[in-house]
């Protein structure tokens, strides 16, 4: 079965296509020849999400297709950065002064509870299914690691001491929100095979 990912992260792209296996054919964004930085201006991150799988369907002649959006919700932040977490501090999708720009609004503030919430939208004959995975846990006080990505050096997961960017990839697949959203995903999907 060929399904589209939405995505043109290559490294996103080769995860996924390991985790779905042999009997799915991934492709993402540049093997459709899809160029153009497709909008995310729904406003939400659900929306966001459903808006890219969409913009695929619709210009790629209805082709099977999911795409996925993550934010970053802090709970004395009244959930923010959320669906602006990748351009929080700016356009250029800095993941240092994103992380600045958290730890100085949060201050020495005693609730840093915070979630990682990842939305997938999957599109198939035209109809929209969406799966939800969450990772709770606390924005810590300052940058723990040199591992992973965008916001990991601050993000405590629940039940844990270290942070994101001190655990090993694997470790950090276990928990995160992406795999948990696609655990969901997989599932629905070699069900309907
Ligand atoms: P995207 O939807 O995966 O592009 O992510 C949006 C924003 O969330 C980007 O700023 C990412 O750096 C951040 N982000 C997404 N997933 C993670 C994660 O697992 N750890 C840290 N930051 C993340």
Same mark, same amino acid.
């Given at each position: 079965m060929e399904l589209v990912f939405a995505s043109s992260n290559q490294n996103k792209i080769k995860e996924i296509a390991s985790m779905l296996g042999e009997a799915f054919i991934l492709k993402g964004l540049k093997d459709i020849n899809c160029t =153009?930085?497709?909008?995310?201006?729904? !406003?939400? *991150? %659900?929306?966001?999400?459903?808006?890219?799988a969409m913009y695929v369907y619709n210009n790629f002649d209805g082709i099977d297709c999911f795409s996925e959006d993550t934010g970053l919700e802090i709970k004395a932040l009244n959930m923010r950065p959320g669906v602006k977490t990748a351009r929080y501090a700016g356009p250029e999708k800095d993941a240092d002064a994103n992380m600045d720009k958290v730890?100085?609004?949060?201050?020495?503030?005693?609730n840093?509870?915070?979630?990682?919430?990842? =939305?997938?939208?999957?599109?198939?004959? !035209?109809? *929209? %299914?969406?799966?939800?995975?969450?990772?709770?846990g606390t924005i810590s006080f300052e940058r723990?690691?040199?591992?992973?990505?965008?916001?990991?050096?601050?993000?405590?997961?629940?039940?844990?001491?270290?942070s994101f960017a001190q655990m090993d990839a694997?470790?950090?697949?276990?928990?995160?929100?992406?795999?948990?959203?696609?655990?969901?995903?997989?599932?629905f999907i070699k069900n309907q095979q």
């Open positions: =153009v930085d497709i909008p995310e201006t729904s !406003g939400t *991150i %659900e929306g966001n999400a459903i808006q890219k730890l100085l609004e949060l201050g020495d503030k005693k840093r509870e915070a979630r990682f919430r990842t =939305v997938i939208a999957y599109i198939k004959n !035209g109809n *929209i %299914e969406t799966f939800e995975g969450i990772a709770e723990m690691g040199n591992k992973g990505f965008g916001y990991d050096p601050v993000f405590i997961p629940k039940g844990y001491e270290t694997e470790e950090k697949n276990k928990i995160s929100h992406r795999a948990k959203a696609f655990q969901l995903f997989l599932k």
